[in-house]
């Protein structure tokens, strides 16, 4: 199949669902309003669309290359790779190991494939070969056992969202996120378990995002906890929401910015946040080639660049336009804290400023696809850092599981 694929719009009784969202397979596929950005495919749509002869989707107008990304190999796992009798895909988040060499990759699926797990594997020459898988790691539950899928579910107990995880390096745990359960009542999370999977603890969250039935205020579903970082001394963690708390303002639009995505300290000692700032996600970069149709920007990955500067992964999609990756550089102590505000408002605080890096439209992909996990590599020959990705594919075929390492060049 082509790089860039078709994508076919069809109709529902209640809304218009995208050809590339992965297909239901069980009743417990979230309907249209829930799949979002998260089950999509780029590409044009058919219906409708083809007597245009659209053959692709097309990105937004590239910025200009900065020179702070140089790629230096692309690759594919095929689709549904089965690895240790698991079904591998939905790859949101991965780190690199250093002691062992490894990139660990989190799988989003909610158990509903296979338990909520992790894979490892080794990606020695980006240039010359795909990742080589190494082995599967269970996340395991409170108390021991599989996580629940969502046709099992257990009362007490969220079913995870699985979306970002990272090594911490001074216990050999793992850190992950979940964007929530909301529908049951159970909010993002941020959870540690041990290198082989056992759950060891989970952390308090500021009370602005626990799910509030009304919808008033409170995460957005499937819009929470899609990002984490952690600082080089590993003694904080910081959490990235997608997008803007309700109360906070609107998600963005084509016309305009969204309202501010709350990144949150935490410290990893106490396991409390300890500091919170404000971003302000673009406007959607791409139009959607038959207006109305579905569209959206938001916070993907965040990483630390030194103790202070951050990377910024904005991940943007239009329906028949394709996807946008944009990567921005913050300073988090150029932005006010926000832990204690209710409600973010124009001029009761300031936002981080924030500083292109990179145009991933700019870096000769073969296509852009549905990017969520960052982390940083081995270092370089030459002393770069080597910067790595890996989209989220959705168990869609329509999609793709693709891997990409660049050589990062930071700023004078």
């Known amino acids: 199949m082509p790089g860039d694929v078709n994508c076919l719009i069809t109709r529902t009784s209640t809304a218009a669902r995208l050809c590339g969202v992965r297909a239901p397979t069980h009743p417990l596929v979230s309907p249209p309003s829930v799949l979002r950005r998260r089950l999509l495919a780029g590409g044009a749509g058919l219906l409708g669309l083809g007597s245009l002869g659209l053959a692709g989707c097309r990105s937004a107008t590239p910025a200009p290359d900065t020179g702070r990304l140089q790629r230096l190999g692309e690759a594919r796992w095929t689709h549904r790779r089965s690895i240790e009798n698991t079904t591998a895909g939905g790859l949101s988040g991965i780190d690199y190991d250093p002691i062992k060499g490894e990139y660990l990759l989190l799988s989003d699926d909610r158990s509903d494939l296979s338990p909520v797990r992790c894979y490892t594997a080794r990606w020695p020459q980006p240039a010359d070969a795909a990742p080589e898988p190494t082995g599967v790691v269970q996340l395991q539950r409170p108390g021991g056992g599989p996580w629940p899928g969502r046709r099992h579910a257990v009362d007490g107990l969220p079913v995870p969202d699985p979306e970002t995880l990272r090594l911490r390096p001074s216990t050999g745990t793992l850190v992950w996120t979940s964007e929530g359960d909301l529908a049951r009542g159970f909010g993002p999370a941020l959870y540690e378990s041990a290198r082989d999977g056992r759950f060891l603890r989970e952390f308090t969250l500021p009370a602005m995002f626990a799910p509030d039935p009304a919808q008033r205020r409170g995460p957005r579903d499937n819009q929470t906890l899609e990002g984490l970082a952690l600082t080089p001394d590993d003694r904080s963690a910081w959490l990235a929401m997608e997008n803007t708390l309700v109360q906070d303002g609107p998600v963005p639009t084509t016309t305009?910015?969204?309202?501010?995505?709350?990144?949150?300290?935490?410290?990893?000692?106490?396991?409390?946040?300890?500091?919170?700032?404000?971003?302000?996600?673009?406007?959607?970069?791409?139009?959607?080639?038959?207006?109305?149709?579905?569209?959206?920007?938001?916070?993907?990955?965040?990483?630390?660049?030194?103790?202070?500067?951050?990377?910024?992964?904005?991940?943007?999609?239009?329906?028949?336009a394709g996807n946008s990756l944009r990567l921005y550089e913050i300073d988090t102590r150029a932005a006010d804290d926000v832990l204690a505000i209710d409600v973010l408002a124009p001029g009761n605080h300031r936002?981080?400023?924030?500083?292109?890096?990179?145009?991933?439209?700019?870096?000769?992909?073969?296509?852009?696809?549905?990017?969520?996990?960052?982390?940083?590599?081995?270092?370089?020959?030459?002393?770069?850092?080597?910067?790595?990705?890996?989209?989220?594919?959705?168990?869609?075929?329509?999609?793709?599981?693709?891997?990409?390492?660049?050589?990062?060049?930071?700023?004078?």
């Open 256 to 320: 305009a910015p969204g309202g501010p995505c709350r990144f949150t300290q935490v410290d990893l000692a106490t396991g409390r946040a300890v500091r919170q700032i404000a971003y302000v996600p673009d406007a959607i970069p791409l139009r959607p080639l038959v207006p109305g149709t579905y569209a959206d920007n938001g916070v993907s990955e965040v990483l630390m660049l030194d103790t202070h500067r951050m990377l910024v992964l904005e991940r943007a999609y239009a329906t028949g």
């Open 351 to 412: 936002p981080a400023a924030k500083t292109l890096a990179a145009d991933f439209a700019t870096l000769g992909l073969s296509r852009l696809d549905n990017t969520e996990g960052m982390c940083w590599g081995p270092s370089l020959p030459d002393g770069r850092r080597l910067l790595v990705v890996v989209s989220d594919d959705n168990f869609n075929p329509l999609q793709v599981t693709q891997f990409a390492a660049f050589a990062y060049t930071d700023r004078p």
